[in-house]
């Protein structure tokens, strides 16, 4: 043992250990306080996360969102949930103007963010679409006279 710790490199871990010293004292410590810690469970359905916990209704839960999106739907009663996905998609931060947004759809539509998105601040994103090969059959826009046909899935 002794040996071992001779051959380790004595001012690096100090070095080390002073810079997590520093962050210790440069930033707030951050806190995940559980009444039960995660622990693997090997019983759960081999899709479902081994982390989703030994009750059943958990695992029908982690299921039906997908099965929901092939069948009619509201029978489930889960539709609170996907309500609040919703919710919370509507909510975020955006990139571009560097603000926070209550709805998107609003923010989508203030002032601020439309003269971004006229700018030519997505000139870069540009320059880089301008490497690619457009190798698509491209339509001519079609006529009034003519009906689409839409296909639906
Ligand atoms: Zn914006």
């Keep these: 043992m002794i040996l071992k710790c001779k051959a ?25 306080q559980l009444t039960s ?7 759960t359905q081999k899709p479902c996360s081994p ?3 030994d009750k059943p209704s958990n695992i029908q839960k ?21 309500l609040q996905l919703k919710e919370k998609r509507k909510k975020g931060y955006c990139e571009c103007c560097l603000q926070k947004y209550e709805d998107l759809e609003t923010h989508l539509l ?12 997505y000139q870069v994103v540009d320059d880089i679409i301008s490497k690619l090969v457009f ?14 046909i839409k296909y639906s899935i």
């Design 62 to 82: 982690q299921v039906q969102p997908k099965l929901r999106i092939t069948t009619d739907g509201d029978k489930c009663g889960g539709t609170p949930v996907q």
């Design 8 to 32: 380790l490199n004595l001012p690096l871990i100090l070095e080390t250990l002073n810079i997590c010293l520093y962050s210790f004292r440069s930033y707030r410590p951050f806190y995940l």
């Design 37 to 43: 810690m995660p622990s693997i469970n090997y019983s």
């Design 51 to 53: 982390f989703d916990g």
């Design 135 to 148: 190798d698509f059959v491209e339509y001519e826009r079609d006529t009034p006279k003519k009906k689409r």
């Design 110 to 121: 203030s002032e601020k963010h439309r003269n971004f998105a006229q700018s030519n601040q």
